[in-house]
């Protein structure tokens, strides 16, 4: 199945400025975050004359069902992932239209039709799809280039993954047109490998940058939409989840863990590109280990455990050897595997 969720993608220096007129005569309420609200006011002060519910900060059961009380005629979402997929499974619970101003350029929660949902203690717990509509989504690039840098150096690791994971589902190509579409679209993920990421090209927000950009917030989650489960996730996110049920590996962002979870995925899979990978990861100083990550070596038993749970939870083809994967995250536990 093809979905797609956004009616309108605007970025642009001034982009925010067209919200007021979108809005109408509706009534509208923002869900705002805790940091990048403050920023988009600074950006646009007309933004805290629309009223607003604040946002718990776990995209989970009871937070939707918290904020399900409000009945405006618009949702508009300001802030990150986690934030826009709870307006996202709001807006499609009460059939209203939602439009999406990021505040970070983390992940692609703005362009896709999905939900990831978590426990409120940040556990992963399933990821809910649905045709939403997204009006538009809002990328203005003076609230975007001066947001924090290390979730854009995890954004761009989380959309690279878009290539490995839908490669490792599908192949390099596929008669089925819409994840072939997907699978276009992913090589062009993969191909930021090629560009700086380094934080002063960011912040000068030149031509390499605004691609970037736009891959992750809005061609990443076209994957997905194109290519539905032939394209969506595979061992990476895999990894992501049984992670996340560590506390250890709660202040790192899900892109970080991402990337480790490829260099799993792709030593897995005997990849050639397994060593570029990890070289690309080091360079930006994105996790390699799990010593890094806070997992003992005592506890990689217990991780390949959950591993095989959640590829089974997603329907990911199972591991035929599980003590290849404890081998694998044997020598990852303090450096990247030889």
Not at 41 to 58: D, N, Q, T, Y
Not at 80 to 91: H, M, P, S, V, Y
Not at 228 to 246: E, K, Y
Request: glycine share 8%; hydrophobic share 40%; proline share 3%.
């Amino acid at each position: 199945m093809i979905r797609q969720a956004v009616l309108e993608y605007d970025h642009s220096n001034g982009a925010l400025d067209q919200l007021y007129s979108l809005i109408g005569n509706r009534d509208a309420l923002v869900l705002k975050g805790f940091n990048g609200y403050g920023e988009a006011i600074r950006v646009s002060p007309r933004l805290a004359e629309i009223p607003s519910v604040r946002f718990k900060g776990e995209c989970s059961d009871e937070e939707v069902e918290r904020l399900k009380a409000h009945r405006p005629d618009v949702w508009i979402a300001v802030g990150g992932g986690k934030l826009i997929d709870t307006a996202k499974r709001i807006a499609f619970t009460q059939s209203v239209p939602l439009i999406v101003i990021p505040t970070l350029v983390s992940n692609c929660a703005a362009f896709t039709p999905l939900s990831v949902i978590y426990g409120e203690d940040g556990t992963y717990l399933r990821y809910d799809t649905f045709p939403v509509v997204i009006e538009r989504v809002i990328a203005d690039e003076r609230l975007l280039r001066d947001s924090p840098y290390d979730y854009f150096k995890a954004g761009v690791i989380d959309t690279v993954a878009k290539w490995f994971e839908a490669r490792y589902i599908s192949g390099t190509t596929s008669r089925d047109a819409g994840i072939q579409s997907g699978l276009s679209l992913a090589a062009q993920c993969g191909a930021l490998m090629d560009l700086s990421i380094r934080e002063d090209d960011f912040r000068h927000y030149g031509t390499d940058i605004r691609s970037i950009v736009d891959h992750v917030l809005a061609i990443g989650g076209a994957v997905g939409g194109f290519g539905d489960a032939g394209t969506r996730v595979a061992v990476a996110h895999a990894v992501h989840n049984a992670l996340s049920r560590f506390d250890s590996t709660h202040h790192w962002l899900h892109g970080d863990k991402v990337g480790f979870g490829l260099i799993v995925q792709e030593r897995l899979t005997s990849s050639e590109d397994a060593s570029f990978l990890e070289n690309w990861l080091q360079a930006i100083a994105a996790p390699t280990s799990l010593d890094q990550l806070g997992i003992r070596f005592d506890q990689i038993d217990e991780l390949v455990d959950y591993v095989v749970e959640e590829m089974t939870i997603q329907g990911i083809h199972k591991i035929e050897d599980a003590e290849r994967l404890k081998e694998i995250l044997r020598n990852l536990q303090e450096i990247v595997y030889k």
